[in-house]
């Protein structure tokens, strides 16, 4: 339970690193969002439009918190997954992209339109495939990765050798 915990959160605060570095980078390129008022944003999934124009820095810091806590737990989801299905590490290169991808769309069609800020319009054209592209070659290779790393390489064929 211990290696899944310390490849959850290894997992989890990088690919959260990677997809908070992309959004920042991102947001500042397309609508000259600042750092802070994105961390905002982040919080406001969860205390409403209000704290995006008016929440301070502590606000911020809570966006910061959110945002690693739910990469943290998307971690944990893939490793408590590899634990029952090994093959998920053995080829983490392949699981890793393909994970990614799950956890765009779940972030996209189920916890923003159910969070308090309740979105609905998703991202089209270049941006959608910035943020596709940011968790297939990003976040989910840095969640598989670090649970091949730290829970080992996962189930590996035996090679029998006929008796003499």
């Given at each position: 339970?211990?290696?899944?915990?310390?490849?959850?959160?290894?997992?989890?605060?990088?690919?959260?690193?990677?997809?908070?570095?992309?959004?920042?980078?991102?947001s500042y390129f397309i609508s000259h969002m600042m750092p802070d008022?994105?961390?905002?944003?982040?919080?406001?999934?969860?205390?409403?439009?209000?704290?995006?124009?008016?929440?301070?820095?502590?606000?911020?810091?809570?966006?910061?918190?959110?945002?690693?806590?739910?990469?943290?737990?998307?971690?944990?989801?893939?490793?408590?997954?590899?634990?029952?299905?090994?093959?998920?590490?053995?080829?983490?290169?392949?699981?890793?992209?393909?994970?990614?991808?799950?956890?765009?769309?779940?972030?996209?069609?189920?916890?923003?339109?159910?969070?308090?800020?309740?979105?609905?319009?998703?991202?089209?054209?270049?941006?959608?495939?910035?943020?596709?592209?940011?968790?297939?070659?990003?976040?989910?290779?840095?969640?598989?990765?670090?649970?091949?790393?730290?829970?080992?390489?996962?189930?590996?064929?035996?090679?029998?050798?006929?008796?003499?």
């Open positions: 339970m211990k290696t899944i915990l310390r490849a959850a959160l290894a997992g989890g605060f990088s690919g959260g690193a990677i997809d908070l570095a992309y959004a920042m980078i991102a008022a994105l961390l905002r944003v982040i919080a406001g999934g969860l205390f409403g439009r209000a704290i995006i124009a008016d929440g301070g820095l502590g606000y911020a810091a809570l966006g910061a918190v959110l945002h690693f806590g739910i990469a943290v737990i998307m971690a944990l989801a893939f490793c408590g997954a590899s634990s029952f299905v090994p093959i998920l590490l053995r080829f983490w290169f392949v699981s890793g992209p393909l994970y990614g991808a799950v956890l765009y769309l779940t972030m996209n069609y189920v916890v923003l339109p159910l969070s308090a800020l309740a979105v609905t319009k998703h991202p089209e054209g270049w941006r959608m495939a910035g943020e596709l592209v940011s968790h297939m070659a990003g976040v989910g290779p840095a969640i598989a990765l670090s649970a091949r790393l730290i829970m080992g390489r996962g189930w590996q064929p035996t090679t029998a050798r006929a008796p003499m």
